[in-house]
């Protein structure tokens, strides 16, 4: 069985997000995120068609209503969730409001794979939300990094994009009090690197 080095640095952050969650100034920073989404999807992400994004837990923040109303503004729009695979990995299914989902072992709600009206897609935009985030510097360039639950699904799901897709964008969403020192975390090899860093102060 191995030992996950990081074990009691994710449940510290977690700790605190819930404690984050009932502060006063909560809710305002959250809408400073969801604001900063709204921006980039104007902006540097106005090319985006589809956008897979997740069912939050642990109290994730919820894109779901800010994300359905960009979906709405145009039926070349579309939206996925993932589904996880025995092999670790993600599979992202087109979801739509309403759709029916189910828990899976993590207690997390997935779209049914056997609905042929929303078929697998490979999107162009994936939001991956972040325990805890982390900067390096590669040829004088600020490259993000995403510490995550510790199972490794969007990081292989990643690599194997990077041969199907290789063009999808991949965006950690946090909060700027989530960013960790190098004492706390740095990448390991199996880590991949994201496209974009989305908090409260913008987009990175």
Not at 35 to 43: C, D, S, T
Not at 114 to 136: F, M
Not at 142 to 168: Q, S
Request: proline share 7%; hydrophobic share 35%.
């Amino acid at each position: 069985m191995t030992i996950d080095p990081f074990q009691e640095l994710r449940k510290n952050l977690l700790g605190q997000r819930i404690a984050f969650t009932r502060a006063k100034d909560y809710i305002d920073l959250k809408d400073r995120l969801i604001l900063a989404l709204n921006q980039f999807l104007l902006g540097p992400g106005a090319g985006i068609q589809s956008i897979a994004l997740y069912s939050p837990i642990r109290n994730e923040v919820d894109f779901r209503p800010a994300l359905l109303h960009w979906a709405d503004q145009s039926s070349a729009r579309k939206l996925a969730l993932p589904l996880g695979l025995a092999n670790k990995q993600l599979d992202f299914y087109e979801w739509q409001r309403g759709d029916a989902l189910t828990k899976n072992n993590f207690g997390i709600l997935e779209p049914d794979p056997n609905n042929l009206q929303r078929p697998k897609i490979d999107p162009d935009c994936i939001l991956l939300p972040v325990v805890g985030w982390s900067q390096s510097q590669e040829n004088g360039q600020p490259r993000y990094w995403r510490l995550g639950y510790g199972g490794g699904y969007f990081d292989r799901t990643l690599l194997a994009l990077k041969t199907r897709k290789p063009r999808t964008m991949n965006i950690g969403v946090g909060f700027d009090w989530q960013e960790l020192s190098p004492s706390q975390w740095t990448p390991q090899a199996h880590d991949q690197a994201l496209t974009y860093l989305l908090t409260e102060s913008g987009l990175r």
